[in-house]
C-alpha cells in the first residue's frame, strides 16, 4: 500500500505564509507526478499546482507569483510554499501522487487525507 500524508496546514492572517509537506511512503518503484489540489466547503476540488519527477511545474492562474511547488525525490516529498495568502485560498489541501508499484504496471494516482488551510483576519 501507498500512503500521502500531509503536514503544514493552519490558521493564518491574509498576507501570510505556510508551507505543506507530503510524504509519500510504503511500496512503489517510482513517484511521477505529484501536485496538490484543494477543496472549500460547498465546491468541488481544483487543481492546485503539479511537478514532474524532472522537476517541471505548473499552476492554476489563481496561485501563480504566490505558490511554489518543489519536490524531494530522495525523501519522497513534495512541498507547497504558500505565500501572500488571500481570504478565498482557504480550503483543505490534498496532496497527489502518480506512482508506479510493479515493473512494467500501469500508473496508479494516490490521495492524502488533506490538510486544513484557513486565511482569515
Known amino acids: 500500500q501507498v500512503q500521502l500524508v500531509e503536514s503544514g496546514g493552519g490558521l493564518v492572517q491574509p498576507g501570510g505564509s505556510l508551507r505543506l509537506s507530503c510524504a509519500a511512503s510504503?511500496?512503489?518503484?517510482?513517484?511521477?507526478?505529484m501536485g496538490w489540489y484543494r477543496q472549500a466547503p460547498g465546491k468541488q476540488r481544483e487543481w492546485v499546482a503539479a511537478?514532474?519527477?524532472?522537476?517541471?511545474?505548473n499552476y492554476v492562474d489563481s496561485v501563480k507569483g504566490r505558490f511554489t511547488i518543489s519536490r524531494d525525490n530522495a525523501k519522497n516529498t513534495v512541498y507547497l510554499q504558500m505565500n501572500s495568502l488571500k481570504p478565498e485560498d482557504t480550503a483543505v489541501y490534498y496532496c497527489?501522487?502518480?506512482?508506479?508499484?510493479?515493473?512494467?504496471?500501469?500508473?496508479?494516482?494516490?490521495w492524502g487525507q488533506g490538510t486544513q488551510v484557513t486565511v482569515s483576519s
Open positions: 510504503g511500496s512503489f518503484l517510482s513517484i511521477n507526478t
Open positions: 497527489n501522487a502518480r506512482v508506479e508499484v510493479m515493473i512494467k504496471g500501469p500508473e496508479y494516482q494516490y
Open positions: 511537478i514532474s519527477s524532472s522537476g517541471n511545474s
